[in-house]
């Protein structure tokens, strides 16, 4: 991803609400499998970590990314924004 896509992806991410919290339990299966499914419906996704949640925003960030094969476009603060293209009907075009 270019910095040029990142960077229109980050505008669109600005005005979303976060889809899924992250709380003292932190990362869990459930909570996995669940923002895996939600890109069956959304290509952007925002996520909020809470404040009792122990672990690193950006180390949630990179697993999460792994396991449901999308991309970290930002990490600020606690908010997490990843992107996952839709395969068969992509809503979010990128700049070239």
Do not use: W
């Amino acid at each position: 991803m270019t910095s040029k896509q990142r960077a229109y992806l980050k505008s669109l991410a600005s005005n979303l609400n976060p889809v899924f919290q992250i709380g003292k339990s932190s990362l869990t299966p459930e909570s996995t499998e669940a923002i895996s499914e939600a890109f069956n419906n959304r290509e952007l996704i925002k996520i909020a970590v809470l404040k009792n949640c122990a672990d690193d925003p950006n180390e949630i960030a990179a697993i999460v990314a792994e396991r449901t094969h999308s991309q970290v476009v930002q990490v600020i603060g606690k908010k997490i924004v990843l992107y996952k293209p839709d395969k068969k009907n992509p809503k979010i075009v990128l700049p070239v």
